[in-house]
């Protein structure tokens, strides 16, 4: 069986070797494949290949032939579609018969000497058992592709526009030439969103207002300080939580709104140091010491959030850009004269620890 | 009448001798080996001759003639690499066509039978006997 293999090797090649771009080309190939395995079965063991590819092209030329002389046989008799007899006959026009030549009744399997020999060598070659498998033709050597596409009435599609027959092949879908967004389109709501924000930013300016009142009154009462500074941090810290379970749900417009409001914080808070470093004693610098470090880290936490509106996000509205900037320049000015002053109070302390 | 009863007898048997082939050709869509010319190939060259026809026994039988036709070339063609003489023989091993292979000379001699004039040029035209008729040159 290796001489069977060889042939079906060079069936391959010649196959695979042949450009595949034009549907002419494929179809030879095939056709040489299916010609090689016929001569294979009468008992050549080896082909020339110029020999092969000429007789793929008698084989082809002759599907040609009898396939237009059916169709004229129809033709002539009215009708588009061939018959058996079409057939028939078209194998008896092609084959040179001599003197009996086609009759009326060469139609018949009778008279047919063409059709006779062809029934025998059905009958005969099917005895012969073929154990190679035949090359697999995909069905695209036809073109199917006006089968791929249905049309409108398939569909159940009506076409855009009156001019368009039904039985048309449908138009693609518009998600195939349409560009889409990506995310999913919100309805906004402008009114809402601003409503929203102003009552978010009431809240946080409530929570902050509590949480300065409480450390204006634990800064005026002394006596409760040392011990109460646990609760101090405890406030300050439920502040924090506050602040952030607020911030949290809030954009990042909201945010810049609410920096606003930690800088005020700042604000507040640099009175009452300035306050602190005029006239308390040093045990107010070692308390105002011990909760600066609280509120440094909250000043952490706001830069943490001034950070974050630099990424644009898609709700970001281009007309409360330049007025952010503005803001964001005098936050700037504001957070430089609020460290300007925490670095003076640290500093100070350090000087009266000194005295 | 009696003449005319025969053929109409016989044209009886014929019809049903023809839709038995039809049907039998049919039978071999499970198997994978007869035609050896697939059924696509066939309707693609028959929808370019403008042969139109929804039956698939009609193209199995185009697919069937044609493959005899190949079939009946490829013979005449081996028969007449047999009946060349053999080759030099080198060695005692060696047999007499050995190797059996389709070439041109040999298509063009069965093809001329049917009609059909193939001739493959010469490569090299440089001996005096080029283009003559190959049944009166020596091999």
Known sequence: ?355 | MNHGQQSGEAKHEDDAALTEFLASLMDYTPTVYFPFIPDDLVEHYLAKSGFQCPDVRLIRLVAVATQKFVADVASDALQHCKARPAPVVKDKKQQKDKRLILTMEDLSKALREYGVNVKHPEYFADSPSTGMDPATRDE
């Not at chain 1, 027959?165 to 309805?187: G, N, Q, S």
């Not at chain 1, 005029?278 to 909760?291: I, L, P, Q, R, Y």
């Open chain 1, 1 to 355: 069986m290796s001489t069977e293999r060889a042939q079906d090797g060079d069936r391959n090649e010649a196959a695979s070797s042949s450009r595949c771009s034009e549907s002419y080309e494929f179809s030879h190939a095939a056709a040489k494949a299916a010609v090689a395995q016929v001569c294979e079965s009468v008992g050549y063991e080896h082909f020339k290949d110029p020999a092969l590819e000429s007789l793929a092209g008698f084989a082809l030329q002759y599907i040609l032939q009898l396939g237009k002389t059916a169709t004229s046989f129809a033709n002539l008799t009215g009708r588009s579609q061939c018959n058996v007899f079409d057939i028939i006959l078209a194998l008896d026009d092609l084959t040179d018969n001599g003197e009996e030549g086609i009759s009326s009744e060469s139609c018949s399997l009778g008279r047919s000497v063409k059709l006779r020999e062809i029934i025998d060598y059905v009958n005969s070659s099917e005895e012969i058992p073929f154990s190679q498998p035949l090359p697999r033709f995909p069905v695209a050597i036809s073109d199917k592709s006006r089968n791929l596409i249905p049309s409108f009435v398939e569909i159940g599609e009506t076409p855009p526009g009156k001019h368009i027959p039904l039985w048309l092949p449908a138009f693609p879908d518009p998600h195939t030439y349409k560009e889409t967004p990506m995310w999913i389109e919100r309805v906004s709501d402008p009114r809402g969103d601003k409503i929203e924000q102003a009552r978010q930013r009431r809240k946080a300016e409530r929570a902050l207002l509590s949480l300065q009142r409480k450390l204006v009154c634990k800064l005026s009462s002394r006596n409760t300080v040392w011990g109460d500074l646990d609760g101090v941090k405890e406030e300050m810290r439920e502040e924090e939580s506050d602040l952030r379970s607020v911030s949290p749900p809030i954009s990042e417009e909201k945010v810049e709104s609410l920096n606003r409001d930690g800088l005020s914080v700042i604000e507040a808070f640099a009175p009452a140091m300035e306050a602190a470093r005029d006239g308390f004693s040093s045990e107010a610098h070692t308390e105002w010491k011990k909760k600066k470090p609280v509120a440094l880290s909250k000043l952490r936490t706001e830069k943490k959030f001034l950070g974050q509106p630099l990424d644009l996000s898609l709700q970001m509205k281009g007309e409360d850009r330049p007025l952010s900037f503005v803001r964001e320049e005098d936050r700037d000015d504001k957070r430089r004269r609020a460290e300007f002053i925490l670095r003076q109070c640290m500093e100070n302390p350090v000087d009266l620890n000194q005295l």
